[in-house]
C-alpha cells in the first residue's frame, strides 16, 4: 500500500466513465485545491467522492467529508459505500471496519491499513480541532462558514500538506468565491476551479443546452434561481446592472504594456474608499484594468504619496486621470501634485450613458472565424486582472435599487443604483465617458471603424497611428 492506485485503471475496475469532459478534467488535475462549482444534478457528489477512492488504497491516510450537515456530507460518503462496500465486497471482508448510520453521523470506513475516511458536520465546528489530514471533501462548500474552512479545516491540511476539494452550487459571492477566482489565476498554481452548468452532464440531460428538460426550467423558473442553480453562475440575482460580467471572460492575467496609453481613475471617498482604477486601452480599443488602489479613512495626499510609493513596471507612465467633478479641488490636487486630471460635469450628468457605454465594453464580439462545431470565436473589449478583487466583485454585486420606478430603463437616470460597492465602477465609467464620449484625451486620433477594430485584433502588427488613438462617439 506504498503508493496510490492508478486512478484511470481503478475507475475501469469499478466501472466508473467520467461523463463530460468537465469531469475529466476534475480527476485529471493534479492541482491541491479544486473547487468545482455545479449546476444542480451535474453528479458533483459523485465525482468528488469518487475521486478520493483510490487514495483509500495507501496505508496510514485519513479523510474528512465535511458537511454543513451530516445529511449533506452523507452524499460523497454514499457513492463512496455504494463502490467499495458495495460493488466491490468489500463489506463482506471482516478486517474493514466500518458505519452508515445517517441518523446518528456515525459514517465511516476504515481500510485494513489503517487508511480511513469519515463524515464530519460543521454544525459543531468545535469538533473539527485536533486531527492532522490527508484530504477533505468541502461537501457544498458555498454553504459552509468561512470559519469553517480557515480556522478549523485548513491548519489540519499543513502537517502532510494535505488536499481539499470543493463540489457545490454556487451561492453568492460569498468567500467560496474567492476561491474560485484564485482558481482562476494562473499564477496561483494550487487551486484550479471550474463552472460546470448542468446541461453538461449528458446522461441526465443528453440534449445539452437544448435539452427539453433544461429549456422548461429556463422557461417556468425565475431567471436568477435558473442561472445560478442550473448556469452554476455565482452572481445571479434580480436586478443585477452588468449581466454582461462573467468572471471567465473578463478576468485574466494582465502584465502593462509601456507601449500602450496609461489612465488613472478616481472616485473620490473618506469613509467611503477612495477608488483609483488603472487601466490601459490598446490599439484595439479594449480596456486592459491592470491595478487598483481602494481604501477608506484616507486623506488625498496619503493616498497620491502611496500610489507613487508603488513598484511601477519597467516604462511606466500615466497619460491622464479623470475623476468625479463633484469635488474640483480633489482634481486640482491631483493635477498638481500627481498627474493631470480631468473633471467635466458632462461625464456624470447621465448615469446610463456611463452604464450602456460600460455594458458595449463587456459585450462579447465576434473576433475569429467559425470552427468546424459552427461557433464563432468571441471576446469582450474589458478585462480586468485577477489583483483587482473589489473592481471585480464591484462588477459581480452591482445591482438596481428595488424600486420600479427607478429601472435602466429610464434613460436619464441618476439612481438607478443601489450606492453601495459601486466606487471603482463609478471611477470607471466617468473615465470611459471622458475617452470615448467627450474625447477628452490628451492624444485623439479618430482612425479606425469598428470592422477594422474587430479584424485588427486577430493580426499581430499593430494598426498605423502609434500610440493613443481614441475615436469619440465609439461605435460597436
Known sequence: MAATLDKELFFQQIGYVPHSRGQQ?????????????????????TMAGRDVEPELFTSNKRFWIVGPTYDLGEKEFRVIWDDLIIGQKFGKEKRVKKSYNKRTGEMWIEMPWQSRIEVR???????????????????EAA????????????PSLSDYRGWATFPTTPEGHNWLYELWLFGQDQSISDYVSWRFPSWENPIVYPGGRE?????????????????????????????????????????KNLTFNSEWPNYIAFDWGFVNPLA????????????HIWREHYLS???????????????????????????????????MTVSSDFAPCLAMPEAKQNWRQGIDLVKKFLKQYQIGEIDEYGTPKMAPKLFIDFSCSNTIREFGEYRAVDNPKSTLRESGATTAANKQDDHALDALRYALVHIFELGA?????????????LQSNNNSGVPAGGRGYFTSNMEF
Not at 276 to 282: G, H, K, N, T, Y
Request: proline residues 4%; charged residues 25%; contains cysteine.
Open 25 to 45: 478534467e476534475f480527476h485529471k488535475s493534479n492541482a491541491r485545491f479544486k473547487v468545482a462549482c455545479c449546476g444542480r444534478r451535474y453528479g458533483k457528489s
Open 121 to 139: 458536520s460543521a454544525t459543531h465546528p468545535e469538533g473539527l480541532v485536533g486531527e492532522a489530514l490527508n484530504g477533505v471533501i468541502m461537501s
Open 143 to 154: 454553504k459552509h462558514k468561512r470559519e469553517t474552512w480557515e480556522r478549523f479545516i485548513r
Open 211 to 251: 435539452d427539453p428538460e433544461i429549456l422548461q426550467l429556463e422557461t417556468t423558473t425565475a431567471v436568477e434561481w435558473f442561472l445560478q442553480e442550473i448556469g452554476a453562475d455565482f452572481a445571479s440575482f434580480v436586478g443585477k446592472i452588468y449581466s454582461e460580467f462573467d468572471e471567465t471572460i473578463h478576468v
Open 276 to 287: 483609483a482604477v488603472e487601466f490601459q486601452i490598446d490599439p484595439w480599443q479594449n480596456i
Open 297 to 331: 479613512y484616507t486623506a488625498l495626499p496619503e493616498h497620491l504619496r502611496i500610489m507613487r510609493g508603488r513598484d511601477q513596471p519597467d516604462g511606466y507612465h500615466i497619460d491622464c486621470t479623470y475623476g468625479d467633478a463633484a469635488d474640483p479641488e480633489a482634481a
Open 441 to 453: 484625451t490628451h492624444s485623439l486620433r479618430e482612425v479606425m471603424n469598428v470592422n477594422e477594430t
